[in-house]
């Protein structure tokens, strides 16, 4: 006989249970939420709901006593498994240098790339274990990692191989994404290199059996639009669900493009304009918008307020990489709001249901509703506006992930 595992999370000031209709977000006040094995089984008013779910024979029982609760947040957009160190490239970047001509002196990307395929596999697990444990200890539940450092068919199946082993081993759930149009490896064309991705790396990442999307860094200097579309196109057949690196720098045509595709998300958009913004929005392409490059590179923001008023979906992201060293999803849905003048509830939406969005998960991930997974964040705050309102230390009390204590 199988016995059933239940969660009791009670006495919630507020509780988000996801996206909102007149407002961003619905929310039940001194709320509570039960779970068995896993899923979410009743939300609402603690009486009620303890009633039927007492937390004294409850397996995992938390009073939250008075602080809100939210659901895990969803991280759709890193590049959280690598080796080295680049640091001394944010110093450079102080100096004036830009992005594209630290790449183009070797820096960069091409740097990680090699610091990555000298570094075992071990190593490289032991790099994204560790990364992981600070995203779960800031709530984030959920995390896309994808590969890229690797730029040959060895070192992106390894990486793959990796997220894998970490998804196996780690409370975070993990989605993996081929990203070997990530940049062009010394040596060889870019016609040539994309060539080998389509020919080599694609079939290969196929037939491994890991990868659930397949993205390309569009943009002047690495690859262009038709380039772009080739590898998206042969991923596509390949059973691979298209993403997009799209008008981070320059606007190239990638969302336009992400459109054509039908891809799930196109990602930075910085420089996209309110027909790039349409044409995603009309194609069920999710703006995914990482706020932590711009505030690295100092560079502008993108537009996220011109995409809420548009109607459309909104997703945020770390975008962690060795260019980008956030982990924090707290901290992005403060720049959310202060840089992009999101309310703390449009940025809270963006972190949970609307990153779940653009991972195309359907189950109720980022939600805290009745048939999600039981993913929950517990704040020492009475409000969740303190996960954008504090920005010197975390809000984050407890993590659940799957009606489990994982961080206390």
Known sequence: MTT???CVVYGASELVVGPGDDEPLEMCEDAAFAAVDGEVVAVGDTDEVTREYP????????????NAVVPGFVDPHTHA???????????????????????EEGGGILRTVGATREASADRLLENLLDHLDVMLAG??????????????IETELQLLEVIERADETHP?????TFLGAHAVPEGVSTDDYVDQVVDDQIPAVESQGIAEFCDVFCEEGVFSVEQSRRVLEAGREAGLTPKVHAEEFTRLGGS??????????????LCATDEDVEALLAADVVPVLLPGTAFGLGEEYADARAILEAGGPLAVATDFNPNCH???????????????????GEALRAATSGAARALEREDGTGRLEVGAPADAV???????????YRFDTSAVDKVLKNGEVVVS
């Open 55 to 66: 937390p004294e024979n409850a397996d995992v029982a938390i009073d939250a006593d008075g």
């Open 378 to 388: 517990v704040l020492e705050a009475p409000s969740s506006a303190h996960l954008a």
């Open 256 to 269: 336009q493009l992400a459109a054509d595709l039908e891809a799930a998300s196109a990602d930075h958009l």
């Open 81 to 103: 498994v690598f080796a080295g160190d680049r640091s001394d490239e944010f110093e450079a970047k102080l100096r004036g240098k830009s992005y594209q001509e630290i790449l």
């Open 139 to 152: 709530g984030t539940t959920t995390v896309e990692v994808k590969s890229g450092y690797g730029l040959d």
């Open 326 to 344: 956030a982990r924090s999803m707290e901290f992005v849905q403060t720049l959310s709001c202060v840089e992009m003048g999101l309310t703390p």
């Open 4 to 6: 059933e595992h239940t």
């Open 172 to 176: 975070v759930d993990l989605v993996p």
